[in-house]
């Protein structure tokens, strides 16, 4: 059973190992199987000594994210730690595997540390915006002082054993028959011993003081003055080197219980735990061989995507000047991508074979997927549907590169249940939202077989109900369109980049909407009936902010097209609108248009939408998403905001009845994700 703890002799040694794949998660009932083993064996009189993991099966893993939404349960990490560090009987840790967050805490409390060269280790939690809670920053400073330290605490890395970094942290590093020797040999050996250093005793780490304490000095001088997690990971580093062992630990869970409460863990953990939902259950075999049929734009890219991750391509193209300029277009993207690969030092087959150009339509037959980049209008999809549905002995499915339309209401019938919309945004920051359109009739297996593709290209899938915008790209207009409400009252629209940016989106609306489809963007606004703001005029002048072109021309266009969007409006002197009123501002506007896509059942939990933003639009990730954002607000004061936004558009920022309902209820988004 998961989380089942094991406990053999193999004459004076006990050896104990965890059974909780594939991560080997650190849950409470591991917990809690772990210190009553440990218990057997110091209990045990002919237990000489201990070794913990094996070349197998590994060593116990972080704890999961779902455990740090309220205080952990006994025995905790920490009172794992102590009692490792503290029994009579010594415990050897043997690593394979990854070995992140809690785990790597257990294994420095150990008397002593072996590894295999594949095993990593590292401290995840700081990705969740989390400090090491059961004694890293004590302990790891102790043994290999505070550069290498600090970068395994701050970086949420999991580095290699044998690597500069996290090399002296072990005793041994041999191959896996050989490092399962050395740990039951140093384990009875380390029992032999009348003197055996605890890792709480180490001091090589701090042989250089002025070296120890200039590392600390340089790290804050460069961390960003609002992160609370670094500098709180500084002064429990610091305090290693200056208190004694136990002061420093409990300085640590002082400051681990603060940033644990707090809303940049909270929403940290609330993205993490949404995405790992959206991506759970994929189960599905994985595309060896994808065909694609019209070659519109970004279909090179894509397709050196595909390439680069392994999977075979066929694209069809009739017309031998359409097929030389894509052909020369996938050379340029696969040339981009090797020279980034060879940068990263990453070495490849030679993804250019993987592509196949082919004249004849009926070589997609052969294709387990297929990819329709026709242009998102209802025409051209129809007929690249009726194509694909003609080809004999097809049955994979069909994914359809739409931001607003029913993909397989535009099928034949026969074709329908395969066909599934998708939106696969490209950015100039990380992205890796693949939403899928899938409506009622769909079958599962098509579905199933999807979101497995997008997993091959490493982005998160997100199920949406087939709707104009989907789920993405109409949160961004809601976002664009509020932006030009603020513009059109007198706010400057570089004014409303720089406040997003400065509270940790990785752009501003405007900025944002030059790295999208700006044209779909206008035409969505007009289907809705929207009068034309700042972001439609600049889409349709083809404005793109900060795309390369002369400053001053740029500077010089943006002043017409915002004179053009006030029309007989000036701009406000004095207006008042600081960073947090235009945050509030558009997160009023995420919101409403998050609930109502909720409401319209577009997206069928809150963190649909969180998801999307964050992995898709560059939302900050701390704040967890706009509706995880909405709720750490709190929504009365959110509502309340909203109303008063209502006056200058309604449209906007009316607060939409599913706010009052769930207020009305005492519930909150979370209630909606269960």
């Known amino acids: 059973m998961a989380g089942t703890v094991r406990l053999h002799r193999e004459g004076s040694l006990a050896i104990l190992t965890l059974d909780h794949p594939p991560a080997q998660i650190l849950s409470h009932r591991a917990r809690t199987g772990l210190m009553r083993a440990l218990e057997r064996a110091e209990a045990d009189a002919d237990v000489r000594a201990v070794v913990m993991g094996d070349a197998a099966s590994g060593f116990p893993g972080p704890v999961h994210p779902r455990e740090f939404g309220a205080p952990l ?139 120890y304490q200039a590392e600390l000095a340089r790290r804050r001088a460069t961390a960003a003055p609002d992160d609370r997690l670094a500098a709180a990971v500084f002064r429990a580093v610091e305090a290693a080197q200056l208190f004694p062992f136990d002061a420093g630990l409990e300085l640590e869970r002082e400051l681990f219980a603060e940033i644990a409460a707090g809303d940049r863990a909270r929403g940290l953990r609330h993205a993490l735990l949404a995405e790992t939902r959206v991506s759970a259950g994929i189960k599905a075999p994985p595309v060896a061989l994808a065909g694609v049929l019209a070659l519109g734009p970004g279909a090179a890219r894509l397709c050196a995507t595909l390439a680069r991750r392994g999977i075979g391509v066929i694209v069809h193209e009739p017309d031998r000047h359409r097929a030389a300029r894509f052909a020369a277009a996938l050379r340029r993207e696969l040339a981009a991508g090797a020279q980034a690969s060879a940068w990263r030092g990453m070495a490849g087959a030679r993804p250019e074979e993987r592509v196949v150009i082919q004249q004849d339509i009926g070589a997609l037959a052969t294709a387990e997927l297929l990819l329709d980049l026709s ?127 400065r509270s940790g989106f990785a752009r501003g609306p405007y900025h944002l909407l030059a790295g999208m489809a700006a044209e779909a963007h206008a035409a969505r606004q007009d289907r809705r009936g929207r009068p034309p703001g700042l972001s439609v005029l600049m889409a349709r002048a083809g404005l793109r902010l900060g795309q390369g072109c002369d400053a001053e021309r740029e500077a010089a266009a943006l002043r017409d097209l915002v004179g053009a969007a006030r029309g007989t409006g000036r701009a406000v002197s004095g207006h008042g609108w600081g960073d947090a009123e235009i945050h509030a501002a558009i997160l009023g506007a995420l919101v409403n248009e998050g609930a109502r896509l909720l409401d319209a059942e577009t997206v069928a939990r809150p963190l649909v939408i969180d998801v999307a933003m964050v992995q898709g639009y560059g939302f900050p990730r701390h704040l967890g998403g706009p509706m995880q954002a909405a709720e750490m607000t709190g929504l009365g004061p959110l509502t309340r905001a909203m109303r008063a936004l209502a006056a200058l558009d309604k449209s906007v920022w009316a607060p939409h009845p599913l706010l009052a309902d769930l207020m009305k209820n005492g519930l909150t988004f979370s209630d909606l994700n269960l």
């Open 73 to 211: 349960a006994a025995p905790t990490p920490a009172d794992l730690a102590e009692m490792i560090e503290g029994m009579e009987t010594p415990v050897v840790a043997l690593l394979a595997g990854t070995v992140s967050g809690a785990g790597a805490e257990l294994a420095l409390a150990a008397a002593a540390r072996v590894a295999i060269p594949s095993a990593r280790i590292g401290f995840c939690d700081v990705l969740i915006g989390l400090p090491p809670s059961a004694g890293a920053t004590q302990r790891l400073p102790r043994l290999i002082g505070a550069h290498h330290a600090l970068t395994l605490l701050l970086s949420g890395r999991n580095y290699p054993a044998d690597s500069a970094v996290a090399a002296e942290i072990f005793d041994a590093i041999l191959p896996a028959a050989g490092a399962e020797a050395k740990a039951r040999d140093l384990a009875l050996a380390l029992a032999a011993a009348p003197d055996r250093p605890r890792s709480r005793d180490r001091a090589e780490g701090f042989a250089d003081a002025a070296a």
């Open 375 to 501: 242009a998102d209008e209802p025409a051209a999809k129809s007929a690249a549907l009726i194509a694909l549905d003609a080809l004999p002995g097809s049955d994979g499915p069909v994914l359809s590169l739409t931001r607003h339309l029913d993909t397989a209401a535009l099928a034949p019938r026969r074709a329908a249940a395969r066909v599934i919309g998708l939106h696969l945004p490209e950015r100039p920051f990380p992205a890796r939202l693949g939403e899928l359109a899938v409506g009622a009739d769909t079958s599962a297996r098509a579905h199933a077989r999807a979101r497995r593709f997008m997993q091959q290209l490493r982005r998160v899938p997100v199920r949406v109900a087939p709707a104009d915008g989907l789920a993405g790209p109409a949160l961004a207009g809601a976002m664009l369109e509020a932006a030009d409400v603020l513009v059109r009252i007198g706010l400057d629209p570089l004014e409303i980049d720089g406040a997003l940016m």
